[in-house]
Nanobody, 118 residues
Framework: QVQLVESGGGLVQPGGSLRLSCAAS????????MGWYRQAPGKQREFVVS???????NYADSAKGRFQISRDNDKNTVYLQMSSLKPGDTAVYYC????????????WGRGTQVAVSS
């Protein structure tokens, strides 16, 4: 059974930092590109950043310069380090895994809530 479990969300003040984690099980982690998406209240889910199995990274404009993604293939975990957080970053953050062998094969986590507020 495939599971993606996000953690690390919470309430943070503007300008603060958070580190999200997504632990994967039930998949060959090295054979999956990993990504972070977010969904704010009343808005559609949007892309934040992704990292391939070869560590190529693609950032949404909103994340450039403030967010960093990394992955640990030995721990089957992908991380999202967020800094200089803004109220507009408030959202549920979701982890996604995409198979590099069958790119239509996707898995999603249940999300972790990030709230940026003073």
């Amino acid at each position: 059974q495939v599971q993606l479990v996000e953690s690390g969300g919470g309430l943070v003040q503007p300008g603060g930092s958070l580190r999200l984690s997504c632990a994967a099980s039930g998949i060959s982690f090295r054979l999956h590109a990993m990504g972070w998406y977010r969904q704010a209240p009343g808005k559609q889910r949007e892309f934040v950043v992704s990292i391939t199995s070869g560590h190529s990274i693609n950032y949404a404009d909103s994340a450039k310069g403030r967010f960093q993604i990394s992955r640990d293939n030995d721990k089957n975990t992908v991380y999202l380090q967020m800094s200089s957080l803004k109220p507009g970053d408030t959202a549920v953050y979701y982890c996604k895994a995409r198979s590099v062998l069958v790119d239509t094969l996707l898995y999603w986590g249940r999300g972790t809530q990030v709230a940026v507020s003073s």
